[in-house]
C-alpha cells in the first residue's frame, strides 16, 4: 500500500509515494494554473511510471491521498474569487472597508488602501442586535430581512457571508438568517461567522468570513472534481488536503473552511521541516523553501513551530490559526529586469511556469535567476529534470545578455548580479523572520528544501552567518513528503471575556472541557484511530489590545492553583517574545482553543547501506562561476552514502534539484543520506 503526497506549486506539482517500507518515490510535473487538477493527474501518471505501475494499478493500493493546493491562494492573489454579498447587522456594513485604522505601511501616507471582497452595494445591513452579553437586545427583523435576501437575489451574488454583531456569544439570529438564505436562494454558498469564527473582535470575523466566502466556490468545486476523477481513476482510499495550521482535513470539512486553505501547500513544507527537525536531532531550523515563483521562510524552534492568528493575505485579515509563514517573491522564475534610473531589479515578477524562464523554450524571453544559473554554470543545461527537459542555454545567455547590455556589463557580470541580488532579497526574508522577532539566525541550521533552494542555500546562509545547512534528498518535494508526516486536526475556539478580567478555576475546567468534547466528536466522524488533544489560550495584560497565544498542555488541570499555572504561562511566553513581563499587572484571558489530533501512521525512512570508503569519486567536471571560471567537480546526490565527505567548490546534482557548494565548505552525508554543509 502506498501512501501519496501532492503539492501544488506555482511552476511545478511534486508528488511523493512511500510504501510500508518506507520507500521513497517521488515526481514533478508541470503545473496547470487553469485546472491544477490536470496538473495533478500528469503528475499521477509520471509517479505511476517510476513505480513501474499503470496509474489505476498504482491508485487501487494507495490508502491516503494528502494534497496541498494553492486554488484560496490564487482566488485571492489574482482576485478572482466568488461574487460576495455581506449580510450583517444595520448599521455595520462599513467594518470590512474601515478596518480597524491601520495600513501595513503607516509612514507611507500615499498608500491606498486595500480594495475590500464586498463592494459598498452588495453589503445589506439587517435589523438586529444582541447586546455584548449574548442577549437578544432587538429582534431578528423579518421584513428586513426579506428586504436584504431579494436585494442580494438582485445584486447577482454567488456566495454570501452572514456576520451579525456578537454572533460568537450567540448565533440564534445567524442560525435563522442562513436557514431563510438556504430556502430561498439553495443555489448560494454561505458563510456564517458563527461557524467559521466564533471569536470577539468584529473585523477580524467580518473578514474572515467575506474571505472563506469569497474562495469557498472555487475550492469546494476544485476539490469536489479532483475526488471525483480520482474515483473514476481507480481511487478507493481517503483524500485529506492540508490546511493552513498544519493538520489535514477530510475534503467536505476542507471546502467548508476554505479560508483554511490559503496556506495549504507551505504548511506542508512546515510539517516536513518539523520532522526534519525529529530525525536529524536539530531542534532549530530555518526551513528556506525556495520554488520556481516564491520563497517561504519559517522558524522551527525547540523542534516546534509556531501559530498565529495574525495572517493577512492580498491585504486581506484572515484570523483563523495558522502556521507562521513568509512568503517572499523569490524563485527561480523571478524575472531580472533594469529601471529607468539603471538599477538591476530581480522579481517580483515571476515567469511562472507559462512560459516560464527563457531557458524553458516555452516562448519566454525575460531573463530570469533560472537563466542566471545556467549561464553561471550552475545548472547543466542538457541534465535538467533528468535529461527529460533540457534548457535551452542560447535562449539564457540571450536573455541575459539584454539586461547586461542596460547595465553596460559583460553577460558574466549580469548573471552574477542577478544571482546576488536574489540572494540578498531571500536573506533580508530571514532577517524578517528571525532578527526582527529577536531570534538569533547565528543559532540555527538552515534547512534548505524546495527545486531551487541548494543553488543559494550557502550564499543566504553565509550572507546570515549561518554556519550549517541540512538538505534532505527529498529537498525538491518537501512540501509534498511533509504533507505525509501531518495529522488529522479539527480545533475549536470560544471567547470567554467578561467583566471580570480574571477567570476562575471551574469556568476554566468547564469551558475547555466542553471544547475538548466538541473537537473529539467532530475529529471522530472522520478518523477511529489514536487521538490526542492540545490546549491552549490567547490572553493579554489589562492595558495591551493585542493578544498572544499560549500553550496550555501540561498543566495540572484539578489543582486549585490552575489560574495560578495559566497566568505563569502567559507571563512566560510573553517574556519569550518580548523579553519582559509585568508580574504586577492583570492578565485578561480572551479566547480558549482546543485542537483534537488525529495521529496516523508515518512511514520510515529508505534504508541507506554504509558505505566502505568516506571519499565519493566526482561523476564528472564542468565550468562554473565562483568569482572566476573554474573546472569543479559534478557529483551524485544518488551516488552520495551515508559517510562520504567531499570539500568545496563543488556541485552535488538530483534529477530534480541542484546543490553549489562553495570553495572552504564541508559536506558530510549523515545517516539518512542527507547532505550536512558546513561553511567555512
Known amino acids: 500500500m502506498y501512501t501519496i503526497g501532492i503539492d501544488v506549486g506555482g511552476t511545478y506539482t511534486d508528488l511523493v509515494a512511500i510504501d510500508v517500507t518506507g520507500k521513497t518515490i517521488f515526481a514533478k510535473s508541470p503545473s496547470t494554473p487553469a485546472d491544477q487538477s490536470v496538473g495533478v493527474m500528469a503528475g499521477l501518471d509520471e509517479l505511476a511510471r517510476r513505480l513501474k505501475l499503470t496509474r489505476a494499478d498504482m491508485l487501487g493500493v494507495t490508502d491516503r491521498i494528502v494534497h496541498g493546493t494553492t486554488v484560496a491562494t490564487n482566488a485571492l492573489l489574482e482576485r478572482k474569487g466568488a461574487k460576495v454579498a455581506l449580510l450583517t447587522t444595520e448599521g455595520h456594513r462599513d467594518v470590512i472597508e474601515m478596518r480597524e485604522g491601520l495600513k501595513d505601511d503607516r509612514y507611507d501616507l500615499r498608500s491606498p488602501p486595500p480594495q475590500p471582497l464586498v463592494p459598498r452595494e452588495r453589503r445589506f445591513g439587517v435589523k438586529e442586535r444582541l447586546k455584548a452579553n449574548g442577549e437578544i437586545a432587538i429582534p431578528l427583523d423579518d421584513r428586513s430581512l426579506d428586504d436584504a435576501i431579494a436585494a442580494i437575489r438582485r445584486s447577482g451574488a454567488n456566495s454570501v457571508a452572514v456576520c451579525f454583531l456578537h454572533s460568537y456569544l450567540n448565533p440564534v439570529h445567524e442560525l435563522a438568517a442562513v436557514e431563510r438564505l438556504a430556502r430561498e436562494l439553495p443555489d448560494i454558498s454561505i458563510s456564517r461567522s458563527s461557524d467559521v469564527l466564533p471569536q470577539i473582535k468584529e473585523y477580524e470575523r467580518v473578514s474572515t468570513t467575506v474571505v472563506n466566502a469569497y474562495v469557498r466556490p472555487q475550492v469546494r468545486h476544485y476539490l469536489t472534481n479532483l475526488e471525483q476523477r480520482l474515483h473514476e481513476a481507480g481511487f478507493t482510499g481517503s483524500l485529506f488536503i492540508i490546511l493552513s495550521h498544519g493538520g489535514m482535513a477530510p475534503v467536505e470539512e476542507a471546502s467548508r473552511l476554505a479560508a483554511g486553505t490559503v496556506l495549504s501547500g507551505p504548511a506542508g513544507g512546515i510539517s516536513g521541516a518539523r520532522r526534519c527537525a525529529e530525525l536529524t536531532a536539530i531542534p532549530d531550523l530555518v526551513p528556506f523553501d525556495m520554488g520556481g515563483t516564491s520563497t517561504d521562510i519559517s522558524l522551527i524552534s525547540e523542534g516546534r513551530a509556531s501559530l498565529s492568528a495574525d495572517g493577512s493575505l492580498a491585504g486581506q485579515r484572515i484570523a483563523l490559526?495558522?502556521?507562521?509563514?513568509?512568503?517572499?517573491?523569490?524563485?527561480?522564475?523571478?524575472?531580472?529586469?533594469?529601471?529607468?534610473?539603471?538599477?538591476?531589479?530581480?522579481?517580483?515578477?515571476?515567469?511562472?511556469?507559462?512560459?516560464?524562464?527563457?531557458?524553458?523554450?516555452?516562448?519566454?524571453?525575460?531573463?530570469?535567476?533560472?537563466?542566471?544559473?545556467?549561464?553561471?554554470?550552475?545548472?547543466?543545461?542538457?541534465?535538467?529534470?533528468?535529461?527529460?527537459?533540457?534548457?535551452?542555454?542560447?535562449?539564457?545567455?540571450a536573455a541575459v545578455d539584454r539586461v547586461a547590455a542596460s547595465l553596460d556589463l559583460e553577460r558574466i557580470e549580469a548573471a552574477a548580479g542577478i544571482f546576488r541580488m536574489i540572494n540578498l532579497k531571500m536573506a533580508d526574508g530571514i532577517r524578517l523572520m528571525t532578527l526582527r522577532r529577536g531570534v538569533d539566525p547565528r543559532k540555527f541550521a538552515l534547512l534548505s528544501f524546495g527545486g531551487a533552494a541548494g543553488l543559494h542555500a550557502a550564499e543566504v546562509a553565509r550572507e546570515l552567518d549561518i554556519k550549517r545547512i541540512i538538505v534532505p534528498v527529498a529537498a525538491s518535494v518537501l512540501s509534498a513528503w511533509g504533507m505525509l508526516t501531518s495529522d488529522l486536526r479539527y480545533e475549536v475556539s470560544r471567547t470567554h471575556y467578561g467583566?471580570?478580567?480574571?477567570?476562575?478555576?471551574?469556568?476554566?475546567?468547564?469551558?475547555?472541557?466542553?471544547?475538548?468534547?466538541?473537537?473529539?466528536?467532530?475529529?471522530?466522524?472522520?478518523?477511529?484511530?489514536?487521538?490526542?488533544?492540545?490546549?491552549?489560550?490567547?490572553?493579554?495584560?489589562?492595558?495591551?489590545?493585542?493578544?498572544?497565544?499560549?500553550?496550555?498542555?501540561?498543566?495540572?488541570?484539578?489543582?486549585?492553583?490552575?489560574?495560578?499555572?495559566?497566568?505563569?504561562?502567559f507571563h512566560r511566553r510573553h517574556e519569550e517574545l518580548y523579553t519582559y513581563a509585568a508580574r504586577d499587572q492583570e492578565v485578561v484571558f480572551v479566547n480558549a482553543r482546543v485542537a483534537a489530533v488525529g495521529e496516523v501512521s508515518q512511514r520510515g525512512q529508505d534504508a541507506r547501506p554504509t558505505p566502505s570508503a568516506t571519499v565519493c569519486a566526482p561523476?564528472?567536471?564542468?565550468?562554473?562561476?565562483?568569482?572566476?571560471?573554474?573546472?569543479?567537480?559534478?557529483?551524485?546526490?544518488?551516488?552520495?552514502?551515508?559517510?562520504?565527505?567531499?570539500?568545496?567548490?563543488?556541485?552535488?546534482?538530483?534529477?530534480?534539484?541542484t546543490v553549489v557548494v562553495d570553495a572552504g565548505d564541508r559536506v558530510s552525508v549523515n545517516a539518512l543520506g542527507w547532505l550536512d554543509i558546513a561553511l567555512r
Request: hydrophobic share 45%.
Open 321 to 397: 490559526r495558522s502556521l507562521d509563514i513568509a512568503s517572499i517573491a523569490a524563485g527561480g522564475g523571478s524575472i531580472a529586469s533594469v529601471d529607468a534610473g539603471g538599477t538591476l531589479r530581480v522579481g517580483p515578477e515571476s515567469a511562472g511556469s507559462v512560459p516560464g524562464p527563457a531557458c524553458y523554450g516555452n516562448g519566454g524571453t525575460a531573463a530570469t535567476v533560472t537563466d542566471a544559473n545556467v549561464v553561471l554554470g550552475y545548472l547543466d543545461a542538457s541534465a535538467f529534470m533528468g535529461g527529460a527537459r533540457p534548457l535551452d542555454r542560447a535562449a539564457a545567455e
Open 499 to 569: 467583566a471580570a478580567a480574571r477567570i476562575s478555576a471551574d469556568e476554566a475546567r468547564t469551558l475547555f472541557a466542553d471544547l475538548e468534547q466538541q473537537a473529539i466528536g467532530r475529529l471522530r466522524a472522520w478518523f477511529g484511530g489514536p487521538m490526542t488533544t492540545e490546549r491552549s489560550a490567547e490572553m493579554r495584560y489589562g492595558e495591551q489590545i493585542f493578544e498572544i497565544d499560549v500553550a496550555l498542555d501540561g498543566l495540572d488541570w484539578n489543582a486549585a492553583t490552575l489560574i495560578d499555572q495559566i497566568e505563569d504561562r
Open 619 to 657: 561523476r564528472g567536471a564542468r565550468q562554473a562561476w565562483f568569482g572566476a571560471w573554474r573546472e569543479v567537480p559534478v557529483y551524485a546526490l544518488d551516488d552520495l552514502r551515508p559517510g562520504h565527505t567531499l570539500a568545496g567548490p563543488a556541485i552535488i546534482e538530483a534529477e530534480t534539484t
